[in-house]
């Protein structure tokens, strides 16, 4: 059977609705953005409390920049380590209620570079079978041997770590709230199982910084104590970029020396690390865009209702479950054409066949934005039952 070229490739993508392409925005602050001269409301993004144009967080960013300039100029390890960076991760460890904590570029090179770092040949990692491509990645990287277990199937997950008793070491891994279905992991759950079988317990909380918990904390706010480390991003509620692991000591130490992500990579820029560090502190100081950010959810979740469309989670992520790959893709372009950006979800994002509309939403939008939604999608796909649109 012949190999096929990439434009082949790229047509099998077309024909079954996987083909991707990228669209430059213009004029975008978070919530809104024009598109080919038209005005659009984003509900796609993750700048869930808008800070990303906070005025504080602008000026901790050029306050930055003429100290330090551009760029880091080298990596970590070298020369790339500046106040802000230590300052951050000062700060991070005790937001987090942990020893120590660590930067790195982004989120996804925090979570390759934790699991590639702590497991290797002879160790297992059991996770959760939807959590995010980097935490799988990183897995993969490791070379340890690898094992999922169905999407909160902790009866699952269990029986694995009891046929594993020969294994070095065992690390137990899960996203806090999933990426695609805006529900979160049982985090009661997986400490017990992590405290019976003598595990490593690794919880991705990206989604959940900055939203969840009485202090903004997370999911895993008031679990710190019970969770060996906490990995999480600087670029969805915080509206920055970079990613963190916090841990203890030994554990961010261990990472320092053997983190592949973080010893070859160039250091993130100092203005990020301090106009993150400003949203860290305004996440501590303000708990009002949290507040406007839950108020917001709440109002989508009854419009929503109000068309017959019920969602199972309270989340800032809504899945719109669509299903076939070509009708998300045709309504997303019809949801397009009404101002409304919320791009289709497809596989390998998502399993074949639940292709979704990927609905977040922000503390940024106002309440016009949010009629204006409902608008849309009371045009365009009418009244429904259930939880999908069909």
Not at 274 to 292: G, K, T, Y
């Amino acid at each position: 059977m012949p190999v096929p070229t990439l434009e082949e490739e790229l047509n099998d993508l077309r024909l079954h609705g996987l083909y991707r392409k990228v669209r430059t925005l213009s004029h975008c602050d978070g919530t809104h953005a024009q598109w080919e001269g038209r005005e659009l409301i984003l509900f796609c993004g993750n700048d869930y409390l808008g800070l990303s144009r906070h005025p504080r967080v602008i000026q901790a960013a050029a306050s930055a920049l003429q100290d330090y300039g551009l760029g880091s100029g080298a990596s970590r390890l070298v020369s790339g380590t500046s106040e802000p960076h230590t300052q951050l991760e000062k700060e991070l460890a005790q937001f987090k209620q942990k020893e120590s904590a660590l930067v790195f570029g982004s989120g996804y090179l925090a979570n390759v570079g934790v699991l590639s770092a702590l497991a290797g040949e002879g160790d297992l990692i059991v996770m959760d079978k939807l959590s995010h491509a980097s935490l799988i990645d990183g897995a993969r990287l490791s070379g340890a041997a690898f094992r999922v277990f169905p999407h909160k199937n902790y009866k699952k997950c269990e029986e694995i770590l009891k046929k594993s008793p020969s294994h070095r070491h065992r690390l137990l891994v899960s996203d806090a709230v999933f990426s695609m279905d805006g529900d979160l992991a049982d985090l009661k759950e997986l400490v017990r199982l992590k405290e019976k079988y003598d595990c490593l317990l690794v919880i991705d909380d990206a989604h959940g910084l900055g939203v969840y918990g009485p202090n903004g904390g997370g999911v895993a706010e008031g679990w710190e104590e019970k969770i060996d480390l906490i990995a999480g991003t600087l670029s969805k509620a915080l509206g920055v970029f970079g990613g963190f692991a916090a841990a203890s000591r030994t554990l961010i130490e261990h990472l320092i020396n053997f983190s592949r992500p973080f010893i070859f990579a160039t250091a993130p820029p100092p203005l990020l690390c301090r106009a993150a560090l400003e949203s860290l502190r305004l996440i501590q100081e303000d708990s009002s865009l949290r507040e406007r950010l839950w108020q917001n959810v709440d109002r989508v979740l009854e419009l929503l209702a109000r068309s017959g469309i019920s969602i199972e989670n309270r989340s800032p992520i809504i899945p719109l479950m669509i299903g076939e790959e070509n009708k998300a893709v045709s309504i997303s372009e019809k949801l397009l054409e009404k101002g409304i950006f919320i791009p289709a979800i497809r596989y390998p994002s998502v399993p074949r066949g639940k292709a979704r509309l990927r609905l977040t939403v922000s503390a940024a939008h106002t309440e016009e934005d949010l009629e204006k939604l409902f608008e849309a999608l009371a045009v365009i796909v009418g009244r429904k039952k259930g939880t999908g649109l069909c």
